[in-house]
């Protein structure tokens, strides 16, 4: 079967300024349909910037990204932006809820930018199984920092997209919400068969992974 | 979302939909009030039954906003003309504690222009401080025969009410209008009855021959220019500050999206990840200044009708004229400013980088 995601030989550089900082040095990369993948590294080695890449929300220096088929960057910006809303679910680590809307309304919120394709039945089986069913009525503020990061997978997931892209997804939680949200990704995974690629700093949460990808300085230096 | 977003920011908004308001309101005033004191003078100026008007050179189009006299001799020429029938002087001053015209006018050749007043109690002058005011006048400030008013630092007893419609609302003998102007033999204005309305033309050509660069035009025309929406000198004045209350608005609106947008930048980086296309974005923040001015508008169309109440009270002899059409125009400026307005504040908010917005503080 063809990957979901494949790479070749991907470059980004930031400019700031004369000074260019290469982020991504070479990076190639397949993953499979319905893997779990977690990305691991020290600061500042890229894994963000790939994140950010094979998600189609920064365009590379150079190489190319096949996703689903898709050569994600010969796609025009409005394409891109189409094609990414229906196949890809990022979470963050910072939530990144909007905190005048309660729980519920963040999740319609999703449904309503992706608008039809996404299955309005959906969202009882998302909220019910991440166990945030009786926290729909509150606001962000009013929620623990795990149920937001649940409430924020729900959004990623509301809509069936193919891949779910974590960054750092438990680096905000204390270790009790951190293995509750593990064990959700992993539900998601299993159940909906959504194929995730999640970068964390913690071995533990790496653990729950199908596959670890080790990376250094720009550069994938294991799989 | 955009309900949350307009609720959450109490002062932003009250301060954007005041803005439209007042931009709302004071086109509406404006134009209104123009065109209601238009309309009423002109109606009173045709009311005269008079058929030409001579001014000196350059001459206002409003009556009474230049003096510019001419000499009342000049009267004696105009009657000598053919197919002039008579001809009176006028005196124009302006009393500025009651916002009025008042006209100094001279009984017997008035007579013979206008055919005379229609005294309703009372009767003509009788001695150089009588007054005669009309009975709007009378009504509005409670005005009896008998009466001193004070005006033009005078006291002026009130020897008659008249019939409104002829010309001003306040009327003092000539003589006394020009003492006081300290301006002997002068005139503001003449108005000439022909023997027949059909030589209206062959005057104003006698006149133009004898006079080449007075202002002489027939009544008639002086009125549709008046009532006519294209006058030139009112246009001008309209649009100047028409465009200065579409400014306010259009600048309120501009920074309130403005601060609006980095205020939010996170927010956006938030709906760009979720897959918000730049024509959502903006949608949803032209959508935002859109409900802001529609709120403005009803505002200031409540504020209108406040202002009204208050110019009425104030000024109980001013007219403020509305039209369905200037409402509607009022409305439409509003709409077009705040979406300029909102515009390029939009237009950067969908261009953000939603990388770099995720990672704005
Ligand atoms: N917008 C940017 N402009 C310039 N340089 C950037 C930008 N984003 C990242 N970089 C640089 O690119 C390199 C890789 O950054 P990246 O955020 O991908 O690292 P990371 O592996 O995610 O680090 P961390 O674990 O701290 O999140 C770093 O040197 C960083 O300073
Ligand atoms: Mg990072």
């Not at chain 1, 920064?58 to 910006?77: C, E």
């Not at chain 2, 008659?160 to 102007?181: C, N, W, Y």
Request: glycine share 8%; aromatic share 8%; with cysteine.
């Amino acid at each position: 079967m063809e990957p979901i995601i494949a790479t070749q030989d991907l470059e980004k550089v930031y400019r700031i300024g004369r000074v260019s900082i290469p982020a991504l040095r070479g990076v190639s990369l397949t993953v499979e349909e319905g893997e779990f993948v977690a990305v691991m590294g020290p600061s500042g080695c890229g894994k963000s910037t790939l994140l950010h890449v094979l998600g189609g929300l920064t365009r590379p220096t150079s190489g190319k990204v096949l996703v689903d088929g898709n050569d994600l960057f010969a796609l025009s910006d409005a394409e891109r932006t189409r094609f990414r809303r229906h196949k890809i679910g990022f979470v963050f680590q910072r939530f990144n809820l909007l905190p005048t809307l309660t729980a519920r309304d963040n999740i319609l919120l999703a449904q309503h930018i992706q608008g039809d394709g996404c299955n309005p039945h959906r969202f009882e089986t998302v909220t019910n199984m991440l166990g945030i069913a009786d926290k729909l009525a509150q606001r962000p503020n009013e929620l623990s920092g795990g149920e937001q990061q649940r409430v924020a997978i729900a959004r990623a997931a509301i809509c069936e997209p193919k891949i779910l892209m974590a960054d750092e997804p438990t680096g905000n939680l204390d270790s009790e919400s951190s293995a509750v949200v593990l064990n959700m990704m992993r539900s998601v995974n299993q159940e909906f068969r959504q194929t995730i690629l999640m970068i964390t700093h913690n071995p533990e949460a790496a653990a729950v992974a199908d596959r670890i990808i080790e990376m250094r300085d720009g550069q994938i230096i294991s799989k | 979302m955009i309900a949350q977003n307009i609720l959450r920011r109490p002062i932003r908004t009250v301060i954007s939909v005041l803005a439209v308001g007042i931009e709302v309101s004071m086109v509406m005033l404006v134009v209104g009030l123009t065109h209601g004191m238009l309309h009423d003078s002109a109606q009173r100026i045709g009311g005269l039954g008079a058929d030409v008007m001579v001014q000196a050179p350059h001459a206002s189009m409003f009556l009474g906003m230049t003096s510019a006299p001419m000499p009342v001799k000049l009267g004696d020429y105009f009657a000598r003309l053919d197919h002039v029938k008579a001809v009176t002087p006028v005196l124009f001053q302006f009393d500025p504690s009651g916002v009025s015209l008042i006209w100094g006018i001279d009984m017997k050749t008035w007579d013979r222009v206008t055919g005379g007043f229609a005294y309703l109690r009372g009767g003509p002058f009788t001695g150089p401080y009588d007054l005669l005011v009309d009975n709007w006048y009378a009504r509005q400030n409670r005005v009896r025969v008998g009466q001193v008013v004070k005006l033009l630092n005078h006291g002026f007893t009130v020897s008659g009410i008249v019939e409104h419609g002829k010309g001003s609302r306040l009327f003092i003998p000539l003589q006394t209008a020009e003492s006081l102007a300290e301006q002997q033999n002068r005139a503001s204005i003449f108005f000439i009855k022909c023997t027949n309305p059909g030589y209206t033309d062959s005057v104003i050509n006698a006149i133009k021959k004898l006079l080449p660069n007075y202002t002489v035009l027939s009544v008639q025309e002086y009125m549709s220019l008046l009532t006519s929406n294209d006058l030139p000198a009112l246009t001008d004045f309209i649009t100047v500050l028409v465009a200065i209350a579409v400014t306010i608005g259009f600048l309120v609106i501009f920074l309130s999206m403005y601060t609006t947008i980095a205020e939010r930048t996170r927010e956006i980086g938030i709906l760009k990840s979720l897959g918000a296309t730049k024509g959502y974005i903006i949608e949803l923040i032209l959508e935002e200044a859109g409900i802001l001015s529609l709120a403005g508008i009803v505002a200031g169309y409540l504020g209108t009708w406040a202002g009204r109440m208050l110019i009425h009270r104030a000024f109980p002899t001013v007219t403020v004229e509305f039209t369905a059409r200037w409402a509607v125009w009022a409305a439409i400026l509003a709409i077009v400013g705040s979406f300029i307005g909102a515009l390029y504040p939009a237009l950067r908010a969908a261009q953000l980088d939603p990388v770099d917005a995720l990672a704005y503080e």
